[in-house]
């Protein structure tokens, strides 16, 4: 039965359905993620001491699954009902997506401990298999949000539900790479990098720009381009996911290239469309969230030179040793971290009816964020130990940074159950 317009136009979300991700994705990448990866990363570049591959694999999928992943189903929980003006995940479909998206990704990461835990294989495989019912749970929803329109949708409905579905892909991928780590057989020939590509740039990326329709045109104050720029900009960056999840399968050099230069373009497209320093007059916040958000485009835009860098290095150009990894940072510790975080510094206040918590604390880690981003690229400058060394220093940093915007975020929440005539006014703020 379909719902009244003025109700779809705008459903009551359920008080608060956000916080329980948005906790656990600070605190996955407050632990394994930032500081494993600082821990690690120090040892790589200056001490030049090996680091296990499980520890890296570990501080990934921390970062892509427990940050990034919970974050975005979080958040989708609050924005995509009203985005598609229809009626909120219901209670059961919340607890299924928290209870086994917390869990699997506490899963996966013990799996990686190896003969550390006894049963780490066993671990690693519920960890996956949780990960995908979480992400079943949501797609159901944003497929039965697409189906509430009445076939009526934007770009912005394409591209929240093109995300939620490159992030299941995501998920069984990595439940195929798991079992056949575990077991064996055809399944060890997934390879890990096409679970990370369709994570980040199909999933995460797609979420990011139909939320930049909104939220992000808002923050800047640019103009919103028109509805056939923005699709072109949907086929465009969905085009350069799929080129990016294909070519690790078949390890060709050409397609490698074609990956690289495929992203090149997908980020000079989003430059071009939106346009992000065009804003005349970017209002006061409060807080550098606007400039996070600005940060976050510039390192995108690194990202895009040097994925065109690395694209011509695979058909024959001189690059340093350390490109791909450099260019890999530039998308996600510079890129979308800070996207990330300067839509939380908005959104998470916005939601819970409150002003932002100690802005200082909250400015002072994007700060640290984009210095620990810069200072990554130093790894461009492998050859030399002071370029190590910078690069070194960035995870210390990038840990400082995430720990001081999570305490202004987390002391942003409002830990008290909302009165019936506060729940629409945050969310409308918000949103």
């Known amino acids: ?5 003025a109700r779809r136009l705008a459903p009551e979300v359920p008080t608060f359905p956000w916080k329980p991700f948005v906790v656990a994705a600070f605190a996955f990448t407050l632990t394994v993620g930032a500081l494993t990866g600082a821990i690690d990363l120090w040892n790589l570049r200056v001490v030049l001491a090996p680091v296990p591959i499980d520890h890296h694999r570990g501080h990934a999928f921390a970062q892509v699954f ?24 219901s209670l059961t479909r919340r607890r299924v997506m928290a209870w086994s998206g917390i869990a699997g990704v506490l899963c996966l990461v013990a799996g990686r401990l190896g003969a550390l835990i006894p049963g780490a294989p066993v671990f690693s495989v519920s960890g996956a298999v949780l990960v995908l019912v979480a992400m079943s749970a949501w797609l159901g929803l944003i497929v039965r949000l697409w189906r509430s329109t009445g076939g009526v949708h934007d770009t912005l409905h394409r591209f929240l ?8 892909l995501s998920a069984a991928a990595l439940l195929a790479w798991t079992v056949g780590q575990v077991a064996g057989g055809p399944l060890v020939f997934v390879p890990l990098e096409s679970v990370y590509a369709l994570a980040l740039f199909g999933g995460t990326g797609s979420w990011l720009w139909g939320i930049f329709l909104r939220a992000g045109i808002c923050t800047l104050h640019v103009k919103r381009p028109p509805e056939q720029a923005q699709l072109r900009l949907f086929v465009v960056w969905q085009a350069a996911a799929a080129l990016a999840a294909l070519a690790p399968w078949f390890g060709a050099t050409w397609l490698s290239a074609l990956q690289q230069l495929g992203a090149a373009f997908a980020v000079g497209f989003l430059w ?6 065009s804003g005349e007059g970017l209002g006061v916040e409060g807080s550098l969230a606007p400039r996070a958000v600005q940060a976050g485009l510039t390192f995108l835009a690194v990202f895009g030179l040097l ?27 510079g890129g979308v971290t800070l996207l990330v975080l300067g839509f ?10 409150k002003t932002l918590k100690w802005p200082g604390a909250y400015d002072a880690g994007v700060l640290a964020l984009i210095a620990s981003a810069s200072l990554r690229l130093c790894e461009l400058f ?14 210390g940093l990038a840990f400082l940074g995430m720990t001081l915007v999570t305490v202004s975020l987390i002391g942003s929440m409002r ?16 949103a």
């Open 1 to 5: 039965m379909r719902l009244p317009i």
């Open 66 to 89: 427990g940050f990034l992943g919970l974050f975005t189903m979080g958040v989708s929980l609050q924005l995509a009902p009203r985005f598609f003006g229809s009626a909120p995940a």
């Open 161 to 168: 539900l093109a995300g939620v579905s490159w992030w299941w």
């Open 272 to 277: 071009w469309t939106v346009r992000p320093f």
């Open 307 to 333: 994925s065109l860098w690395s694209g011509l290095f695979e058909l024959g150009l001189w690059a340093p040793p350390l490109l791909r990894d450099a260019t890999r940072h530039a998308y996600t510790l």
């Open 344 to 353: 939380a510094g908005r959104m998470v206040p916005g939601f819970s009816g």
């Open 382 to 395: 492998s050859m030399t130990r002071a370029g190590l060394a910078l690069a070194g220093a960035s995870g």
């Open 415 to 430: 830990w008290r159950l909302a009165r019936p005539a506060e729940r629409d006014a945050p969310s409308a703020q918000a």
